[in-house]
Every structure is written in structure tokens, then in C-alpha cells.
């Protein structure tokens, strides 16, 4: 292919095409192809000759492992979703939506690392180095010394870093200003993001330093995702929340130098973002206590419990279809949950709009939710409140049972440690439990925990819901 055929890229999944169409036939988005001209970078022009390989030196896979040397950033809650701090020339990418905190983040994990003696530079792409300035003077990190440029020609950029002592940590923020001359698209497209990504990734990679690229990401797809470059990065981790709640959380998605089920989580202070050691705490700080339909779920983020409250609500449906809104949780669960209640627990929800919250814009992913989902399914239905100082876990299994999850004792001992008395738990996890000074209600078929919340069924609702109709 000659070098300025035309190509038509995806800027959604960075699928190419040889012509324009109007739907991406690799991701299904719409209007996502753009038309780039310029293969990758790293091919040889058409003019040039094939280079003769040099032979490399093969090595057996027994022999010493250096554990990957490290700089930890002194943010606590940053160091536990990398693994223990920035590898030495990796590269890590950090994604999430624009105002989540991104660059509040890596200006504070910059000025932690130059007030630990290292070289730290950040690059900004997006902002003058007087707005950089001015945001460091609000979170009070201005006498730190961080090296700033505002720069987006990433050849620049490489030359600069190269020039002197190998920073410890580089800031590039974002991936999508950054563009190089050795490509003709314009910045933000895939193929810059990924001809920029690449030649940062080799100075990493030659030099030893850490390199940090902020990547936006936006909900309908029209920049280039980072997406296209996370297969190219160490690590992708990403932050999140909602905009309203005050919480943020940094989640590994990927770590080729540490574990992936790690959370960190912030807080967004007028001072910026500051680490919350004690997440359980934070996230049960706002409880309606003795509402209906709300359940603590004690949960594991990681190696760390991680006590939540799960919410539901449950109304008669006014349409044809009833609705099943989930947020913080799978749906497909929540659907699994439904119909193990409906189809061994009698509870008949057909008729009824089902609305599942996790509280404090938190993702849950562990089966382990599952009991204190139908729990709180149960007492909304129900109208019911469940126990104030009780928490729930445990899996439901699809013949009705409740089975045993991990670390039950890690659970209940979080649980004690913030007041909560009672624990409704798997009936097969009683022995490992059984110290955790709880009262433990263990539950084997999942009816059993219907009849506990709403001893007398569901009439109630049932029929008030049904008088309105
Ligand atoms: P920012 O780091 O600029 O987001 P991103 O780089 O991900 O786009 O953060 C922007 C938001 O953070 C902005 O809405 C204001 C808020 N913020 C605070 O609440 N406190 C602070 O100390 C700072 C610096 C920002
Ligand atoms: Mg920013």
C-alpha cells in the first residue's frame, strides 16, 4: 500500500477500513470512521530496503527475577491499585471521563515524587503551565519541584526528557493532544493516539523512567479512546465516580506488575483529591436507617473489606413491561436474583418495577452481593426494613441454595469493627464464623431468608400496590 492511500479508521474501536461507511461493521458504533492518511510509523517507506536482522541473544526461562524495581508515589491509595508504586520504565495509562480529577491526581503524585528527591515532569497538553501552576498553588504542592512544560509535539517532548537525567516519573497529559510528526491525521485520532502512545512507550522503555499517560474518555465514542493504546501500556487503571458524589475511585483494569482487583479510593476536597483509608466508613456515612429496601452488604474489594449498602426498590409496574434498572451491579445478576426469588422463594415480582442501587457511586462486582440484593429486594417488596445493624453475603446458586463466598472471617471482623452486630451468612461458612463475635443467622435455602424479612408474605404490598393501580 502506498504511503498516502487514504485509510478509514474507526475512532471508536480503531478498526480500519479501505472506504467511508456509516457504521463500524468491527464495533457497531455510528459515525466513528474518519478518513487518515499514513499507515503506522514503524514500517519501512516504500522506497526504503528491507533492514538484514540481527540476531538476538536467546535466553532460558529459569535464571534470577529482579522483582520489578519500584517508586512508590506516598499516595497510599495509589500505590495499592499499582502494586506498591510506579514501575521503572513502564507505562501506565490512566483513563476516565473529562472533570473526574485525572490531572489533580498526577500533579499531586508528581509533587509526592519530587519531594521525595526523584525528578518528576509533567506535561501538559491541555493546559498552560500557569494554569498547571495555579492548580498546584490551590492543592499547596507549589514549592514542590515538578519540572512543567506545556508541550503536544511528542519528538519535543522525547527530546527533552532525553536531553538530561532520567526523571523518575512523566506526566503526559493526555495521550490525545500528543501527536508526531512521522504521522499526517490529526491529533486526537487513532492514529496519532497510537503512533504517540508508541514513541513514549520506547522512551520508557529505553530510558527507565515511568511514564504516566491521562487518556479521556468519552461516553459516546467520538474522540479516540484510549482503548486503542491499552494494549500497548503496563498498566491501565481507571478513575472513577459520579460527578455529584464526592467519592472517586481508582481501579486497575489491567497490571502486567501487580493484582487487578485492587481499589483506591478518594475523595474530591477543596484542597484535592485525598485518600480514604477507611472506605466503609465513608460509604455507610449516609444511611436511612430503618427504610425499607436497604441492605449492608459486606464485601471484598481486592485484599481489603469493603462494607456497602446495597438499595432497592420495588413497585407495581404502571406498564406492560416492568423495568429492571440496576446501577453499581451487574444487570444479568440482578436478573438471576429476580428469577431465583420468583421461581423457588414464591416471591412474585412479574408485575413489578425492580430498581437496584449500589450507595456511593461504587461498582460491585463479587457474586458475593447476591444475598444482600435479594434482601433488600425482599424488604422494599416486602415493606419491610431490614435490621439496621446487620450485614449479608453470599452467593445464590440457581437452585435456590446460598453457597459460601471467600473470606468470611476477613468480612465479619470489618463488620464488627464498625458496629454491626448480626451477620447473615452461608449456611455452610458457620464454622469459619463462628468467633467473630456476631450473632450469625445462617441461611441455606434462600427461602429461608424470604420468611425472615417478611414472616406473614407479601401481601401487603401486593395488594395496596394493587388498590392503586
Ligand atoms: P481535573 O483534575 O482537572 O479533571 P480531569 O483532568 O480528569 O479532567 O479536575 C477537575 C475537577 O476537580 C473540577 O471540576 C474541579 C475539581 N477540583 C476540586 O474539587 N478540588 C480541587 O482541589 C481541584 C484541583 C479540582
Ligand atoms: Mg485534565
Known amino acids: 500500500m502506498s504511503r498516502h492511500t487514504p485509510t478509514f479508521v474507526c475512532q471508536n474501536c480503531g478498526a480500519v477500513f479501505g472506504r467511508w461507511q456509516g457504521k463500524c461493521g468491527s464495533c457497531g458504533a455510528w459515525n466513528t470512521i474518519a478518513e487518515e492518511t499514513s499507515s503506522t510509523p514503524v514500517t519501512a517507506g516504500p522506497g526504503k530496503p528491507y533492514r538484514k536482522g540481527r540476531p538476538l541473544v536467546l535466553h532460558p526461562l529459569a ?43 498526577l500533579i499531586q503524585a508528581a ?122 501500556v503496563d498498566a491501565v487503571l481507571s478513575f472513577e465516580g459520579e460527578g455529584s458524589h464526592l467519592f472517586r475511585i481508582l481501579r486497575a483494569v489491567k497490571n502486567r506488575f501487580g493484582p487487578t482487583d485492587e481499589i483506591g479510593v478518594f475523595e474530591m476536597t477543596s484542597g484535592g483529591l485525598q485518600e480514604v483509608a477507611n472506605p466503609s466508613a465513608l460509604f455507610l456515612s449516609q444511611r436511612d436507617l430503618g427504610a425499607p429496601g436497604t441492605a449492608v452488604f459486606a464485601g471484598i474489594e481486592g485484599t481489603r473489606p469493603l462494607l456497602v449498602e446495597m438499595q432497592a426498590l ?54 458475593a452481593a447476591d444475598l444482600a440484593a435479594a434482601a433488600a429486594l425482599v424488604s422494599s417488596l416486602a415493606n419491610a426494613p431490614l435490621p439496621s445493624d446487620a450485614v449479608y453475603f453470599g452467593e445464590i446458586s440457581l437452585s435456590g441454595m446460598v453457597r459460601p463466598v471467600a473470606q468470611t472471617a476477613a468480612r465479619l471482623k470489618e463488620a464488627a469493627k464498625l458496629g454491626f452486630n448480626r451477620a447473615f451468612v452461608p449456611d455452610m461458612a458457620r464454622s469459619e464464623a463462628r468467633d467473630a463475635g456476631m450473632a450469625l443467622t445462617s441461611i441455606g435455602p434462600l427461602v429461608d431468608i424470604v420468611g425472615a424479612i417478611a414472616p406473614k408474605g407479601m401481601e401487603r404490598r401486593d395488594a395496596s400496590g394493587a388498590g392503586k393501580e
Open 63 to 105: 535464571g534470577t527475577a529482579d522483582d520489578a524495581p519500584r517508586t512508590p508515589s506516598g499516595l497510599a491509595e495509589l500505590d495499592r491499585v499499582t502494586g506498591g508504586g510506579f514501575v521503572r520504565g513502564s507505562v501506565l495509562l490512566v483513563g476516565g471521563d473529562p472533570g473526574i480529577g485525572k490531572s489533580t491526581l
Open 111 to 232: 509533587a509526592a515524587i519530587a519531594r521525595a528527591g526523584h525528578r518528576a515532569v509533567y506535561i501538559s497538553g491541555e493546559e498552560a503551565v500557569a494554569q498547571v501552576r495555579l492548580r498546584a498553588e490551590r492543592l499547596g504542592l507549589a514549592q514542590a519541584a515538578v519540572e512543567l512544560a506545556a508541550e503536544t509535539a511528542v519528538e519535543d517532548i522525547v527530546a527533552t526528557l532525553s536531553e538530561s537525567m532520567t526523571p523518575r516519573l512523566v506526566v503526559v497529559d493526555s495521550i490525545q493532544t500528543m501527536w508526531t510528526d512521522q504521522i499526517e491525521s490529526a491529533p486526537g485520532t487513532v492514529s496519532q493516539v497510537r503512533g504517540a502512545a508508541q514513541l513514549l512507550i520506547r522512551y520508557a522503555k529505553r530510558s527507565g523512567a515511568a511514564v504516566i499517560l491521562v487518556g479521556h474518555v468519552t461516553k459516546d465514542g467520538q474522540i479516540a479512546g484510549p482503548r486503542v493504546v491499552e494494549h500497548m
Open 314 to 367: 420495588v413497585a407495581p409496574t404502571l406498564l406492560g413491561t416492568p423495568r429492571r434498572a440496576v446501577v453499581g451491579w451487574d444487570q444479568n445478576r440482578l436478573a438471576m436474583v429476580l428469577a431465583v426469588l420468583e421461581a423457588h422463594c414464591g416471591v412474585r415480582l412479574s408485575g413489578h418495577d425492580v430498581y437496584l442501587n449500589v450507595a456511593g457511586g461504587l461498582r460491585i462486582q463479587e457474586p
